[in-house]
Each structure stands twice: as structure tokens, then as C-alpha cells.
T-cell receptor, first 116, second 113 residues
Framework: DTGVSQNPRHKITKRGQNVTFRCDPI?????LYWYRQTLGQGPEFLTY????????KSRLLSDRFSAERPKGSFSTLEIQRTEQGDSAMYLC??????????????FGEGSRLTVL | AQSVAQPEDQVNVAEGNPLTVKCTYS??????LFWYVQYPNRGLQFLLK??????LVKGSYGFEAEFNKSQTSFHLKKPSALVSDSALYFC???????????FGTGTRLQVFP
């Protein structure tokens, strides 16, 4: 399968613990995005990378959240000191570098976080 | 700022009937518009996009969408609905020459046999 891969698919943690999610994009895609989706809502933009550079970060992303893409391939999203409000589906997507932003995003199946 | 509105939380249609899922957008400059579908416990799947040119765009699974600049709308349509089309549909917009894709809140499509 050469689609976007996310791990783990499900994570249950206690409040205050740290969690990390991994995303492996489609190999030839140089753009990688993280979104968060809660029940009944559309995906909410968190951050995105072009190669290893993090080019934009949502103002909604608190300093407990950090994302990296160290070699321009896979990416990690870490949430420190988790809170119950962090419970959500975390979606990763990748795309090619089409001119002017015309490229569609290809999404993984998501990592569901439950904070107890 | 850019935003997307999907005014209907749910659309119900009988199998074989035409369906429409509505979307309106707000963006400065030229928009790029997208439709995605999400099945239970699955990621979002790309259906179609409008970039430029013909206002009627065709996509996967027999879906099409019509871009209407004057009404700032991009409604999703299908001439004959299938029960298997039942899913959550998201409209999304991106402003020209930017990278952030903004999604609507989604519309649940229920097709009854």
C-alpha cells in the first residue's frame, strides 16, 4: 500500500501523559499536513511542512503541541501534558508541490486519541 | 480569511433519485474548491476539485460539482444516488497560491433503499 500511513491508529492515555503520532506520507510528496477532527466537525488545520520546513502553524495549536519532519520524509506530532480536550482524530495528509496550490491532499486513516 | 459553509447537517435521498449537497465559500481572490468523502472509520477520500476552466467538474464515483462564482457556491451533485453513497461529505477551499485547505463542517448523506 503506497498511501499515507499513520501510527498508532488508536491511543488511549491518561491526562498529563505525553503522546506521539507518526505519519509516513506518499513517497514522492513533499508537502505534509496535520489536521485535527472532532466529532461532528470538519478537519481543522494544525500545521504543514514543505520538505523539512514547517511553514505554517495554526494559532489554535498550543505550545503543548509540536511537530517535526526531520528529513523531509515522515513526520511526528507530539502532544505534551495531554488534556481531555485533546481527544480527537489526528489526520495526516500529503500532496505534491503543484503550482499555486492546486494539488489535492491525500489523507491517512487517522490516529484517534482518547484522553481519560 | 477563507471559510466554507455547508448549510445542511444531513441530506436524505431515495436510491435512484438525484442528490445535491450544498457548499458556499468565502475567500479573497480566486478559489480552489474541493470535495472529499469520509466513510466510517476511514480517512478522507478526494472526490473532485475546481481549479479553473469549465464550471462543471466531474469526479470519482459519478459525482460532479458546479462552480458558481456569482453565488460563491460549489454544490456537489449526482444524477442517481446509490445506497453505497451514504457517507460524510466535506467541502474545502484554498485561496490561490496558498497552501492551507479549509474544510466545512460536513454534510451527512443518507441514501435510503
Amino acid at each position: 500500500d503506497t498511501g499515507v500511513s499513520q501510527n498508532p491508529r488508536h491511543k488511549i492515555t491518561k491526562r498529563g501523559q505525553n503522546v506521539t503520532f507518526r505519519c509516513d506520507p506518499i513517497s514522492e510528496h513533499n508537502r505534509l499536513y496535520w489536521y485535527r477532527q472532532t466529532l461532528g466537525q470538519g478537519p481543522e488545520f494544525l500545521t504543514y511542512f514543505q520538505n523539512e520546513a514547517q511553514l505554517e502553524k495554526s494559532r489554535l495549536l498550543s505550545d503543548r503541541f509540536s511537530a517535526e519532519r526531520p528529513k523531509g520524509s515522515f513526520s511526528t506530532l507530539e502532544i505534551q501534558r495531554t488534556e481531555q480536550g485533546d481527544s480527537a482524530m489526528y489526520l495526516c495528509a500529503s500532496s505534491t508541490d503543484l503550482e499555486s496550490g492546486a494539488g489535492e491532499l491525500f489523507f491517512g486513516e487517522g490516529s484517534r486519541l482518547t484522553v481519560l | 480569511a477563507q471559510s466554507v459553509a455547508q448549510p445542511e447537517d444531513q441530506v436524505n435521498v431515495a436510491e435512484g433519485n438525484p442528490l445535491t449537497v450544498k457548499c458556499t465559500y468565502s475567500v479573497s481572490g480566486n478559489p480552489y474548491l474541493f470535495w472529499y468523502v469520509q466513510y466510517p472509520n476511514r480517512g478522507l477520500q478526494f472526490l473532485l476539485k475546481y481549479i479553473t476552466g469549465d464550471n462543471l467538474v466531474k469526479g470519482s464515483y459519478g459525482f460532479e460539482a458546479e462552480f458558481n462564482k456569482s453565488q460563491t457556491s460549489f454544490h456537489l451533485k449526482k444524477p442517481s444516488a446509490l445506497v453505497s453513497d451514504s457517507a460524510l461529505y466535506f467541502c474545502a477551499v484554498r485561496r490561490y497560491n496558498t497552501d492551507k485547505l479549509i474544510f466545512g463542517t460536513g454534510t451527512r448523506l443518507q441514501v435510503f433503499p
